[in-house]
């Protein structure tokens, strides 16, 4: 790569400032935050196998699940980085019971964003070297600025996030983000620790070839679902699709925002809201998915709509390319009728 064709990262959060009327640069300071620290868990990700911290934490998180010594690592990481900006007043986490308090410093409860995050998604895939993410989503406050922050500052629709977006730790690493204006990717250059402009202004295809789902929980889906699969896969048209299944949401949703494709994970007869969390991983790529002229529905309703009532809650999770998702929620719509 020749780096001086390609922006860095920290240039392009200070230019898209302006975007921010009376922007007073906090913004900016909270996703250099993110970027910081993005690269700390990558260097932790990429040295796992060696450096004894693969394997599990010998703890469950909130989830009921198996907590990896990274997920903890990385949320400890990313909480550090954020909490010295002072431009955070409080982190939901899907590491942490509860949302977090930011006390760094005199100035932290007058900020005014809050951020929800899951820290490393996908991490069960850590121990098989398969990518792994980060999911973030920023919102400003509700409540007064100088008060306690409170559950109603994380509780808020889909629609009302400021900036949201992941980091994939793959064959590269890389963050794609939004603040509203357009989904931007940048990768890290490992070498000199930047992260360059690589993919500007990152759009869905209208349409795709590519169906992303666990299909071995079938025989648990709702009848649309299943109804779709077989749409997917009958000898027509431009069919069958690709069936492909990372098992990383960031991974298969990074996948099919560069070649097209929707990723399901649905209602199932054992999860009745699916498995995927509305707050920290749900809303964050829905707003990213919107911004690159995708979809993203829980199969009947629009995402970003929902009005969340616990801050881990679940919802089942259909996004991707706008006329994929319109048709998947065809099926559902039509199995829900009969
Ligand atoms: P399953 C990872 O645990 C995750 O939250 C997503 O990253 C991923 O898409 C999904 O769960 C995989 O779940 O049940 O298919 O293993």
């Known amino acids: 790569m020749s780096e001086q064709s390609f922006q860095t990262l920290g240039e392009f959060i200070i230019d898209k400032q302006e975007d921010f009327l009376y922007s007073t640069g906090e913004l900016s300071r909270l996703l250099s935050a993110i970027r910081l620290a993005s ?4 260097r932790q990700v990429n040295k796992a196998g060696i450096a004894n911290i693969i394997g599990k934490a010998g703890n469950e998180n909130i989830q009921g699940e198996e907590q990896q010594k990274l997920d903890v690592l990385a949320n400890e990481i990313f909480i550090e980085a954020l909490s010295q900006r002072e431009v955070v007043c409080g982190i939901a986490s899907e590491e942490s019971d509860d949302f977090i308090e930011i006390q760094a410093s005199c100035n932290a409860h007058l900020s005014k ?10 991490s069960s895939n850590i121990d098989v ?8 989503s920023i919102y400003r406050r509700v409540s007064e600025p100088g008060t306690p922050v ?7 629709k889909g629609v009302n996030q400021i900036a949201a977006g992941y980091v994939v730790y793959g064959s590269s690493t890389m963050i794609v983000y939004t603040t509203g204006n357009g989904v931007n990717g940048f990768t890290l250059d490992p070498s000199l620790g930047t992260y360059y402009l690589s993919h500007p202004n990152m759009m869905f295809s209208r349409t795709g070839k590519i169906y992303s789902i666990n299909e071995g929980n079938y025989i648990k889906f709702p009848q649309g679902v299943k109804d779709y699969i077989k749409y997917c896969q009958r000898e027509e048209e431009d069919r069958p699709y690709t069936s492909r299944y990372i098992g990383s949401l960031v991974s298969d949703f990074h996948r099919n925002m560069i070649k097209g494709g929707i990723y399901i994970y649905p209602s199932t007869s054992q999860s009745p809201n699916g498995k995927l969390r509305l707050l920290y991983e749900c809303n ?8 690159a002229g995708g979809k993203c529905t829980d199969g009947f309703q629009r995402i970003m709509e929902i009005q969340p009532t616990e801050l881990h809650q679940r919802v089942p999770f259909f996004c991707g390319s706008y006329d994929m998702v319109e048709k998947a929620e065809a099926f559902m719509r039509e199995a829900a009728a009969k």
């Open 150 to 156: 409170i559950l109603e500052d994380f509780l808020q």
């Open 129 to 136: 070297n398969v990518s792994v993410g980060t999911i973030f």
């Open 284 to 291: 964050p790529m829905a707003f990213l998915a919107e911004q």
């Open 39 to 42: 690269k700390v868990v990558n």
């Open 113 to 122: 964003y809050v951020v929800l995050i899951d820290p490393l998604d996908g």
